[in-house]
């Protein structure tokens, strides 16, 4: 095995863990906070979710001999930014989370549920994607006008590197967040012993509590969410590169490993697509019997940066949060885009997807129910209806 390592593996590997990490702990941030979750909880949360992405991102590959990249279910997360606090406060959400991986285990091991999730077709699943993530993809624009002096540099920083090297774009506004922070807000002058005390990280379990509420309006929408947007694309990706992964058992991998974050207020770790492919193309290395080191070295990372979660915590909660909200948006937006674009491609369920992508990203509650949940069951009703009418005529 040390005989594949390469350094060209281990700079992608690196790459991989930095891009992953800090292109989307906002959006985790942003979630479990709308969740309910006190800083504490975050904080464990974010702890947890790295050191689980990165030991599955060390043990799929060291077993499969591919480049199987881990991430946490950044769509998912804000899945639950959209939906907001619920009854029974952060331990139902919790209590969501684990019946979420058990759907997950459950989808690997049963393979009718697997083909139940599949049925759900991809322009409805992708409007009900679209839906959830316009609400945070709005908050650059929030951001400005709050205060342009702090939101502009971040939006232009993500814009003009964006038209240069798209991986770097939320990285660049992640940058610019903490220059507009250190010197665009007024910080405690106690700001370094601060961060001292917090850097050393702290375990928060959550007891779980469980709702009916919480299984129809998180538990579902979030498994819905997690497969079609992470598990199923990170294995057709693996595949386009030449690799034939078993679905079923990295289902189940990740549906464990989901169980145990769940305790600690995590959401879901799933298969990843983006960095899947960055660990699986020829950058990695030209051997492709080689790559999966790219995806281990990723691993490591994620370890090492988790390790930091409670004073980067610490430091972004110094800031506005709607300038964080920007760097979550900014994140999404061409998760949003691409998802847009797919829901809305065949024109014989356009009319259903958008009904799916409105109900969703209107962010009502019908029955105590989010509204993701509802855009599903309107668009398939919709899709029902005009799929009889062209029939019957």
């Not at 005989?3 to 700079?11: E, G, H, I, L, R």
């Not at 940058?175 to 922070?181: K, Q």
């Not at 969410?225 to 595949?239: D, E, F, R, Y």
């Not at 949940?373 to 009889?388: D, H």
Request: glycine content about 10%; aromatic content about 10%; hydrophobic content about 60%.
């Amino acid at each position: 095995m040390l005989k594949d390592f390469s350094p060209q593996a281990m700079v992608m590997g690196l790459l991989v863990a930095f891009v992953g990490f800090i292109s989307s702990f906002a959006v985790i941030m942003q979630g479990l906070t709308a969740m309910g979750a006190q800083p504490d909880e975050v904080a464990s949360a974010l702890l947890v979710l790295s050191v689980l992405m990165g030991l599955l991102g060390i043990l799929l590959p060291l077993w499969r001999r591919m480049p199987i990249s881990c991430a946490w279910s950044t769509p998912g997360a804000a899945l639950l930014a959209n939906v907001g606090a619920i009854e029974g406060g952060f331990s139902a959400a919790v209590g969501a989370f684990l019946l979420c991986a058990v759907l997950i285990i459950l989808s690997g091991l049963f393979s009718p549920l697997g083909r139940a999730m599949r049925k759900i077709p991809a322009s409805l699943a992708n409007a009900m994607l679209a839906g959830i993530l316009l609400g945070l993809c709005l908050a650059p624009v929030k951001a400005v006008a709050f205060n342009p002096w702090l939101g502009l540099p971040i939006v232009g920083a993500w814009m003009i590197v964006l038209m240069w090297k798209r991986l770097w774009a939320v990285p660049a506004a992640l940058g610019a967040f903490v220059l507009v922070l250190v010197f665009g807000v007024d910080l405690p002058p106690d700001l370094m012993s601060q961060l001292a005390g917090s850097i050393h990280p702290t375990l928060v379990p959550v007891i779980p509590t469980f709702t009916w509420h919480a299984f129809i309006s998180i538990a579902v929408p979030l498994f819905i969410v997690t497969m079609a947007s992470q598990n199923i694309p990170g294995i057709a990706i693996l595949k386009v590169y030449g690799y034939e992964p078993p679905a079923g058992p990295l289902f189940v991998a990740t549906g464990i490993f989901s169980a145990i974050g769940a305790l600690f207020g995590a959401v879901p770790v799933n298969l990843a697509a983006i960095t899947a492919a960055m660990c699986a193309s020829e950058e990695a290395h030209p051997d492709p019997k080689r790559r999966y080191w790219a995806a281990i070295i990723g691993g490591v990372g994620y370890i090492l940066l988790g390790l930091l979660a409670s004073a980067i915590i610490a430091f972004v909660a110094l800031s506005p949060p709607i300038l964080l909200q920007a760097v979550a948006g900014l994140a999404l937006i061409g998760a949003f885009s691409n998802s847009a674009q797919a829901a809305f491609r065949d024109a014989a369920s356009r009319e259903a997807a958008a009904v799916t992508f409105l109900v969703t990203a209107s962010g009502t509650a019908f029955l105590g129910v989010s509204g993701a949940f509802w855009g599903v069951v309107a668009g398939m009703a919709m899709l029902g209806l005009l799929k009889f009418v062209r029939f019957s005529a």
